[in-house]
């Protein structure tokens, strides 16, 4: 008899997740420039306040014309953003899991064009990985983003889960592992001992995981401590991918001159919680088109975060 206890490989991999519709305004967009930090410890910083006011009213904020289209240059990693509604695992046929004890552990976003300043996402999502590790099993999901009405993508977002307590699912004495994608960004990567580019010091509000659940993921992990705390953390712990908002953006005010139409692609790899009102330390080294950095808590001294941002265009041309 089968345990409906264990995953069944052969139901999640080959799963079809519906296409799904993401709507959003410049209000949005401005509510995720808040939860990721923007303009926290600044008002008037000019770098910033472009993320979330305009003078002539909401919808001109940051806005420029391209042929035919309006754009809004908001935070690159706004695009994580449009996959939240698309990546429900539990509705997996063949998933098993507690999702009190799922972690996200990597993010990687890839941007083909700059983001619209609103309207309507189509979002295609699929399982392109999955791995047996005895005491927890690993999904890899990906999703493509294309406007309402196109078949240009406008992004792309891969993101790793860390489900505890989920594997031992093998039904061969070889633990199972499954990819079905170009594995071309390398998330682990260790940072170069030479000093730090630049180094961008930050502290997170108390509230900072209650700002950025509005922007849609509303995990109870954030918010309530008893979840928290059944899942064993002190304290609602910060969103991984907020922190990674404040690194990118720290990495976009001191590298790309406040200009995120800079990013290319984007990769993190989440190795440890933050607590909101800690200290972000974000270090930097530019190499090319490319720049490796790592977070730090100063109150811990841990690093939370690593990864690598590529730039679509030298950084010495700013």
Same mark, same amino acid.
């Given at each position: 008899?089968?345990?409906?206890?264990?995953?069944?490989?052969?139901?999640?991999?080959?799963?079809?997740?519906?296409?799904?519709?993401?709507?959003?305004?410049?209000?949005?967009?401005?509510?995720?420039?808040?939860?990721? &930090?923007?303009?926290?410890?600044?008002?008037? %910083?000019?770098?910033?306040?472009?993320?979330?006011?305009?003078? %002539?009213?909401?919808?001109?904020?940051?806005?420029?014309?391209?042929?035919?289209?309006?754009?809004?240059?908001?935070?690159?990693?706004?695009?994580?953003?449009?996959?939240?509604?698309?990546?429900?695992? +539990? !509705?997996? #046929?063949?998933?098993?899991?507690?999702?009190?004890?799922?972690? @996200? &552990? *990597? *993010?990687?976003? !890839?941007?083909?064009?700059?983001?619209?300043?609103?309207?309507? /996402?189509?979002?295609?999502?699929?399982?392109?990985?999955?791995?047996?590790? +005895?005491?927890?099993?690993?999904?890899?999901?990906?999703?493509?983003?294309? +406007? !309402?009405?196109?078949d240009e993508p406008i992004c792309m977002n891969r993101l790793t889960l860390f489900l505890r307590g989920a594997g031992g699912f093998s039904k061969s004495p070889h633990p199972y592992s499954y990819t079905n994608y170009s594995a071309n960004q390398n998330?682990?990567?260790?940072?170069?001992?030479?000093?730090?580019?630049?180094?961008? !010091?930050?502290?997170? *509000? #108390?509230?900072q995981a209650l700002v950025y659940r509005l922007s849609g993921d509303y995990n109870p992990l954030h918010s309530d401590p008893k979840f928290a705390g059944t899942a064993g953390f002190s304290r609602p712990i910060l969103h991984g991918l907020c922190t990674?908002?404040?690194?990118?953006?720290?990495?976009?005010?001191?590298?790309?001159? &406040?200009?995120?139409? /800079?990013?290319?692609?984007?990769?993190?790899?989440?190795?440890? @919680? $933050?607590? #909101? &009102?800690?200290?972000?330390?974000?270090?930097?080294?530019?190499?090319?088109?490319?720049?490796?950095? *790592?977070?730090? $808590?100063?109150?811990?001294?841990?690093?939370?975060?690593?990864?690598?941002?590529?730039?679509?265009?030298?950084?010495?041309?700013?």
């Amino acid at each position: 008899m089968e345990d409906s206890s264990l995953i069944n490989p052969e139901l999640v991999v080959n799963y079809k997740y519906p296409e799904r519709l993401f709507t959003y305004d410049e209000r949005d967009a401005t509510l995720y420039a808040l939860g990721v &930090g923007a303009c926290a410890t600044n008002a008037l %910083d000019e770098k910033e306040l472009k993320y979330v006011y305009h003078e %002539d009213g909401q919808k001109f904020i940051k806005m420029r014309n391209l042929p035919l289209l309006v754009f809004d240059i908001v935070l690159p990693t706004f695009a994580a953003i449009y996959s939240l509604g698309s990546i429900n695992i +539990g !509705e997996i #046929p063949g998933m098993s899991f507690d999702p009190r004890l799922l972690l @996200h &552990g *990597q *993010q990687f976003i !890839e941007i083909y064009r700059p983001l619209p300043t609103h309207g309507c /996402i189509r979002n295609k999502t699929s399982v392109v990985g999955l791995h047996d590790k +005895g005491k927890a099993a690993i999904m890899e999901l990906e999703v493509t983003s294309y +406007g !309402e009405s196109s078949d240009e993508p406008i992004c792309m977002n891969r993101l790793t889960l860390f489900l505890r307590g989920a594997g031992g699912f093998s039904k061969s004495p070889h633990p199972y592992s499954y990819t079905n994608y170009s594995a071309n960004q390398n998330l682990a990567f260790k940072h170069p001992k030479s000093r730090p580019f630049a180094v961008h !010091e930050e502290c997170t *509000q #108390p509230s900072q995981a209650l700002v950025y659940r509005l922007s849609g993921d509303y995990n109870p992990l954030h918010s309530d401590p008893k979840f928290a705390g059944t899942a064993g953390f002190s304290r609602p712990i910060l969103h991984g991918l907020c922190t990674l908002g404040f690194a990118v953006r720290a990495i976009i005010r001191c590298i790309c001159g &406040g200009d995120p139409d /800079i990013v290319k692609s984007i990769s993190g790899r989440l190795l440890l @919680h $933050v607590y #909101p &009102g800690e200290t972000l330390i974000t270090e930097m080294w530019l190499e090319g088109l490319s720049v490796m950095y *790592q977070v730090k $808590v100063k109150e811990r001294n841990k690093t939370v975060l690593s990864g690598i941002v590529n730039l679509n265009r030298p950084a010495s041309t700013l």
